[in-house]
């Protein structure tokens, strides 16, 4: 057991701040080191929490299992993009007069992959993360005692296991996540001799560790070698058949991206596709996919699956039936589940309901305090919440955390802080909402966009949930085919504009787009969910013409103004 370094506060004890030390009391191969702040998990949301909690003088040290950059960068939203990209800009190309039919080389889409993913070598993210002063600790973390984490070198492979079956999924970004994505040839393995190092957190442990896939119980699925979002997004052959299991985000965007590729793709659904959005955006998507020569199977559940002569096939309970689809491989996108085993969360004091609860991800206040701990010295962020899954809400969350953190224990001034915001609440007192230290957005104004060739992007709560929450809501729908500015965008162009305005306040509460290229929709509304901007007032806010935002015209006009 590591031997736990009491100190507190400003003390500099015998290990140096944020410095390994040589101290080896109490464990016999351990090295010990002390840090105001341990933050487990390098992926997009541990990067920005460390960012942020070291700006006002705190020593922090991030612990990586695999690569500095994590999911995201390497195996989910930049390499799913970066296949996704081609399919949709062909489409588009196809669809306007005069442009020749533009053609996908596979092998040329792969190797751009290779690049936005930097050939899974995370030394540009390592750099910048040293070049801010934060110590970045190889290897794969583990709670041993408040404050204390230890740190064992086998990473890679434990975080694979943890991912068992069909294959961890992570992803990395922008910013701090922004660089390259790294290898896992550790620069800074966790001790020379392969003994594990303590680290000893005087202010706080950031459990940054995100999600793992989560596959479905069917007989024969395991033996069947699935992929999981890992493998499809890591592709070096692209098969020439493919069976998607699923109806959410991952499912729609691989089934795009390999129909884009040449693969013959079913994708078999329970129900409708991406359930939490507004039905249009699922529906247009069903079609957009079948156009592109997608076999969608909607009510389809699989029942049983086997693989023999390199062949899988999948039997489904479903439509007429149900059926026996064969292909080359099956991609399992059933969801993710928080990375909370073996985290050594039982000895972090975690209150009995909050124990029982982990697989559901860990429970934290408004500022990423998970709530119950003694001496309010752990917080959480990004996946492993079990709440939102999306970088963006992630690195969000995280920006608060890592301020909060700062403030709460830091000792230099930051510059620009004080400007805005004010104190910081005591640990265990909820802040305001939509103040300096509160995610509040997670709830009300969190977005997401799905990056098929018909995209959705939407923000805020669907219909339905407005309904739900009790608002008196008032829907406005626009067919994006009637506005100039999609006319011009090819003479096949189409989708669906919504928001859901609260008749009470006369704000928009939920907006969703449907259509090719509307992402960079999303954010207008974004700003006036956040906002509260009243209706009468967003009047004035004239979009351009022609663009594809006149949209939001007819939107007001639709509604009467
Ligand atoms: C296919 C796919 C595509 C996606 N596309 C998008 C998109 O376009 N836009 C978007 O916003 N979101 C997207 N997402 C979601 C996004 O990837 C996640 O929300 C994001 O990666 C979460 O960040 P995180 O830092 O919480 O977790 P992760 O990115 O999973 O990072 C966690 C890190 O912690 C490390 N770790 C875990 N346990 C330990 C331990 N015990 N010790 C040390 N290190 C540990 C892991 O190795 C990993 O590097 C996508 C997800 C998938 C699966
Ligand atoms: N563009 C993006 O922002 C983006 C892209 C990919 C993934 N992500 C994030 O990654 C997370 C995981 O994505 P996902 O698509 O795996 O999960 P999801 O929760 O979006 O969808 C899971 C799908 O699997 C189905 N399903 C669940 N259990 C099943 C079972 N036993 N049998 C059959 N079907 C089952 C559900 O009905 C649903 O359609 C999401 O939270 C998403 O936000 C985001």
């Given at each position: 057991m590591a031997n736990v370094n009491t100190t507190n506060s400003t003390d500099k004890d015998q290990t140096r701040d944020g410095v390994p030390g040589e101290d080896r009391r109490g464990h016999e191969h351990s090295r010990q080191e002390t840090y105001d702040v341990v933050v487990l998990g390098a992926g997009p949301v541990g990067e920005n929490v460390a960012d942020r909690a070291s700006r006002t003088g705190l020593s922090v040290a991030i612990v990586e299992a695999e690569l500095a950059g994590g999911e995201c960068s390497y195996w989910a939203c930049m390499p799913s993009k970066a296949l996704l990209r081609p399919g949709a800009v062909a489409a588009a190309a196809r669809d306007v007069p005069g442009v020749s039919a533009p053609s996908i080389d596979g092998a040329a889409v792969l190797a751009h992959r290779d690049e936005v993913v930097h050939d899974w070598d995370d030394s540009g993210q390592a750099d910048w993360i040293e070049s801010t002063g934060i110590t970045l600790v190889r290897g794969f973390g583990r709670i041993v005692a408040p404050r204390t984490v230890e740190v064992e070198a086998t990473a890679v492979s434990r975080v694979e296991d943890d991912a068992s079956s069909a294959s961890g999924d992570s992803a990395s970004n922008g910013s701090p996540s922004n660089g390259s994505p790294s290898n896992g040839s550790p620069s800074n393995e966790s001790s020379a001799d392969g003994a594990p190092r303590t680290l000893v957190a005087r202010r706080a442990v950031v459990v940054a560790t995100g999600s793992v896939p989560r596959l479905p119980d069917v007989p024969g699925l395991l033996r069947a070698a699935p992929w999981g979002s890992r493998e499809a997004t890591s592709v070096e052959t692209v098969p020439a058949s493919l069976v998607v299991v699923g109806g959410g985000v991952v499912a729609v965007e691989m089934a795009d991206a390999f129909a884009a590729l040449g693969s013959h793709v079913t994708l078999l659904a329970r129900s409708g596709l991406l359930g939490a959005m507004e039905s249009f955006a699922g529906e247009q998507v069903a079609e957009s996919l079948r156009g592109a020569g997608v076999d969608v199977v909607l009510g389809a559940s699989p029942s049983r699956v086997d693989r023999t002569d390199g062949r899988v096939r999948v039997a489904y309970d479903g439509p007429d039936g149900g059926a026996v689809v064969e292909a080359d491989e099956i991609l399992v996108a059933t969801g993710r589940v928080p990375r909370?085993?073996?985290?050594?969360?039982?000895?972090?004091?975690?209150p009995a309901d909050a124990l029982e609860d982990l697989p559901r991800g860990l429970g934290v206040d408004a500022t990423g305090l998970v709530r119950g701990?003694?001496?309010?010295w752990l917080y959480a962020s990004g996946d492993?919440?079990?709440s939102i899954a999306t970088t963006h809400q992630g690195k969000y969350q995280a920006r608060v955390c890592g301020d909060a953190i700062a403030a709460r224990f830091g000792t230099d001034e930051r510059e620009?802080?004080?400007?805005?915001?004010g104190s910081v609440p005591a640990a265990g007192t909820d802040p305001e909402p939509w103040t300096r230290y509160a995610s509040t957005a997670d709830g009300p104004a969190k977005t997401q966009v799905v990056f098929t060739r018909h995209q959705v992007a939407a923000v805020g709560l669907t219909a339905a949930q407005a309904r739900e929450e009790g608002l008196d809501v008032r829907v406005v729908d626009v067919d994006l085919a009637g506005v100039a500015g999609g006319y011009l965008m090819g003479p096949s162009y189409g989708g669906t504009a919504r928001i859901v305005v609260d008749e009470a306040r006369h704000v928009i509460v939920g907006a969703t787009f449907a259509g090719p290229e509307v992402a960079e929709m999303l954010h207008a509304a974004t700003v006036a969910v956040v906002g509260e901007v009243p209706l009468e007032r967003l009047w004035h806010a004239v979009p351009a013409y022609p663009t594809v935002s006149e949209a939001w015209l007819r939107l007001l006009e639709g509604y009467g103004l």
């Open positions: 909370t085993t073996d985290l050594g969360l039982e000895a972090a004091g975690l701990v003694d001496g309010d492993v919440l079990g620009g802080v004080a400007a805005w915001g």
